[in-house]
């Protein structure tokens, strides 16, 4: 698949699916009592990109809405936390950090078939590929300094400050990140992984200290990211279901993969620098990004990046096979959800190369 295919393949809308259709006459007359100066007709259409949460554009004649919700059926403990969502963009909101307007997070299931949130349509730019073909390189150098700028922005609010002191534990992130991961992992294993069950037993013994308690995002990548059409400026950070309180080096590391993600033909879901000419096309070496991220927070990842590298590509593997268990059990959400399963072994792969790095024998 192109880079060209993929952008076509994740943009955009299509058909809601049978499984994950919604009564639009039902959540019209909801939203009609529940957001101010609503009115129908409503239409729905489901985003294309995306593997977790169901997300619909809602159309009306006066605009346009974003719901996410709940996928339905037997789901994983803890996961699909759409009350989440909506908590913590609602804290980032009122702080003027950009994400969407929240209007509304219901409960009821009698409404669209599980919880969900509504929220305002950011209405940008989505590059789904991390060397942004169709950019250029002075706009690429400024999408990248704008996306280290608001991440550094995120790790900087203290989050008694802003209403969330108790939207996680925060201490020890990485240490129950890994336990957490590590059964999510197992619940959904379809085949043994030799590079899975080593990184199982080492990464609980090799944590990197952890320097701060922040409120971190979870998945932070270009895109989850809405760009203006106009400039390079970030306008909305997108899918928050992974957010809690942690540790902030834990989260930036994680974006850091980009620069080390394995090639593969049915994507990740997050994409690959490696091989790229990063000098010719305006974008910044691994290290010139770390330098500028640890300038605005002063939170230094690089005595411990390895580990921290190890840690997150095991992190997303186990992401990727929660996927596939969904495939198993029929509720994935994606027409693109069974294309993920050979990239668990690359990714468990260079998680263990970078476990070696730290020490890993």
Not at 99 to 109: A, E, S
């Amino acid at each position: 698949m192109t880079n060209i295919d993929r952008q076509a393949a994740f943009s955009g809308t299509k058909e809601v699916a049978p499984s994950l259709s919604i009564d639009a006459n039902r959540l019209s007359d909801y939203l009609r009592t529940h957001i101010p100066d609503f009115s129908g007709p409503l239409s729905i259409r489901q985003f294309r990109g995306g593997q977790s949460n169901p997300t619909y554009l809602l159309e009306t004649t006066q605009r346009r809405y974003v719901l996410r919700r709940k996928p339905p059926g037997k789901l994983l403990l803890s996961a699909h936390a759409v009350d989440r969502e909506f908590r913590v963009i609602s804290a980032l909101h009122r702080q003027g950090f950009p994400v969407p307007t929240p209007f509304l997070y219901c409960d009821d299931d009698g409404i669209a078939g599980t919880a969900f949130y509504v929220m305002s349509f950011a209405d940008g730019r989505v590059f789904w590929e991390p060397d942004m073909p169709s950019s250029n390189p002075g706009e690429r150098a400024a999408i990248y300094d704008s996306m280290n700028a608001t991440l550094a922005r995120l790790h900087s609010f203290d989050p008694a400050a802003i209403g969330l002191s108790d939207f996680g534990r925060g201490e020890n992130y990485v240490a129950r990140q890994v336990e957490r991961w590590s059964k999510q992992y197992r619940a959904s294993e379809t085949e043994p992984i030799d590079d899975m069950d080593a990184l199982i037993e080492w990464l609980p013994r090799n944590v990197p200290p952890q320097q701060a308690v922040r409120v971190v995002h979870g998945d932070y990548r270009l895109d989850n990211t809405i760009i203006s059409h106009g400039m390079p400026d970030i306008i909305a950070v997108l899918d928050w279901e992974l957010s809690t309180l942690g540790d902030p080096l834990a989260d930036f590391s994680y974006h850091l993969m980009q620069w080390h993600m394995p090639h593969s033909e049915s994507r990740a879901g997050t994409g690959s620098l490696v091989g790229r000419d990063l000098a010719a096309l305006g974008l910044p070496s691994l290290a010139e990004y770390v330098d500028l991220y640890v300038s605005r927070t002063g939170f230094d990842p690089r005595p411990h990046l390895p580990a921290y590298l190890a840690y997150n590509f095991f992190r997303i593997a186990a992401i990727l096979q929660g996927i596939i268990g969904r495939v198993r059990d029929g509720t994935a959400t994606s027409d693109h959800a069974p294309g993920k399963a050979d990239m668990i072994r690359p990714l468990a792969a260079t998680a263990w190369q970078f476990a070696k790095k730290a020490g890993a024998r």
